[in-house]
Each structure stands twice: as structure tokens, then as C-alpha cells.
């Protein structure tokens, strides 16, 4: 897939306020600070489109763009931000939820980790979670550069072995870095390749 036209289109402090859901949608979320603006502006061919910020946490609400006039890419908030308010921690969970349980157009949930850490709790608990629900997902590891080769096999390597603990089969997995551009490719022609799965009701 070739990505002609990105556009924002809107952002949703409700689940209800999201756009209708008329067109295939493909989501991303991870933890704060994981690299998702990076990743999905790299994607984009817009360096502009998603507000990258020094500060993590700062999505807050859900953010649409549209995608060759045919698809959303959606930008979930960021979780387990520690220094946001407890109310708003709740805000955001229940904002998470209710889009990824409720929205009949989602065809994907890209769960971003980072590729330099051990698996953190919190992404295991989410995805453990996303199975219980069956909701569909692929794990996208960010932030490949940082690392040499071996470091990034031995770690990715460690994170799937915890994984296997859990799941008798792994998610689909792609491995990205923003700043090299790689796992581009892979990750929109998998889109490209599940367009088929959404039937408008």
C-alpha cells in the first residue's frame, strides 16, 4: 500500500463523538512515550500530522485521520502514564474500552512495545485483556534503532518468551523504527491485506 492522502479529521473526547463508523479502521495505543506520534507520522509521510511531544501522556482523547479517502487510522490514548490524575487515568481507560469493545469498523489494534525493555506488566495485562475480549491485535515493536541487532533479537526474543507463557500462539509482530523507516512496508500492506474483513452493516 502506497499512502497518497493523510488528512486529520477529528478528535473524540467521548466514544460516542467518534466518527461513523462507515470505513475500516486501523488503531494504535501503547504505553506513554512509546514512539506511536513517531510511528504513525513515519507511516504517513507527514512529520506534522501527529503532535510528537517531550512530554508523555499528552493523547488524551482519540484522534482520526483519514487514509486514501478509504480508512481511519486511529490514535488511542497513551496508558500508564504515571503522573496523570487518577480521574483522568480512569477518564482515559474507560475512553480506551469503550472504543475497542464497541467499535464494530476496527479491524486491527496495534499494541506498541517498546523494543529496548523487558516486557513491562502493563502491556501484558492490556493484551491479556485484549485476548479475554477476543479483540483482534498485532504487536508492533518501536524504536529498532536503538538497539544493536543482537540486542534487539535477544530482547524481542525475552518478550516473546514471557508472551508464550500466556498465548499458544503469538499475535502478528512487526519490528519499526521511526527514524529509519523500517517496518513501513510490512505494516500497510498488512492493512492493505485486511481490508476485506470489514463488511458495512
Known amino acids: 500500500m502506497i499512502i497518497r492522502k493523510a488528512i486529520f479529521h477529528k478528535s473524540s473526547g467521548h466514544f460516542k463523538d467518534c466518527p461513523k463508523p462507515t470505513l475500516p479502521e486501523y488503531a494504535f495505543i501503547g504505553r506513554s512515550n512509546?514512539?506511536?506520534?513517531?510511528?504513525?507520522?513515519?507511516?504517513?509521510?507527514n512529520n506534522k500530522l501527529a503532535h510528537t511531544s517531550a512530554s508523555p501522556g499528552k493523547t488524551k482523547i482519540i484522534n482520526h485521520f483519514l487514509i486514501n479517502d478509504n480508512w481511519y487510522l486511529v490514535d488511542l490514548p497513551g496508558y500508564g502514564y504515571a503522573?496523570?490524575?487518577k480521574t483522568n487515568r480512569e477518564g482515559f481507560a474507560t475512553l480506551i474500552i469503550d472504543y475497542v469493545t464497541?467499535?464494530?469498523n476496527l479491524i486491527c489494534?496495534?499494541?506498541l512495545i517498546d523494543s529496548r525493555l523487558p516486557l513491562q506488566q502493563i502491556d501484558l495485562e492490556f493484551m491479556t485483556w485484549l485476548g479475554e475480549k477476543n479483540i483482534p491485535f498485532s504487536i508492533v515493536y518501536t524504536k529498532?534503532?536503538?538497539n544493536s541487532k543482537n540486542e534487539l533479537n535477544r530482547n524481542i526474543n525475552a518478550i516473546e518468551k514471557e508472551l508464550g507463557k500466556?498465548?499458544?500462539e503469538l499475535p502478528n509482530t512487526f519490528i519499526t523504527s521511526a527514524e529509519k523507516r523500517s517496518g513501513k512496508e510490512e505494516l500497510?500492506?498488512?492493512i492493505q491485506a485486511h481490508f476485506s474483513q470489514f463488511t458495512l452493516s
Not at 512509546?34 to 513515519?42: C, E, F, T, W
Open 83 to 85: 503522573k496523570t490524575s
Open 188 to 190: 500497510l500492506d498488512f
Open 166 to 168: 500466556v498465548w499458544e
Open 144 to 146: 529498532a534503532d536503538k
Open 34 to 45: 512509546v514512539g506511536k506520534s513517531s510511528l504513525i507520522n513515519m507511516l504517513c509521510n
Open 102 to 104: 464497541k467499535r464494530d
Open 109 to 111: 489494534l496495534f499494541v
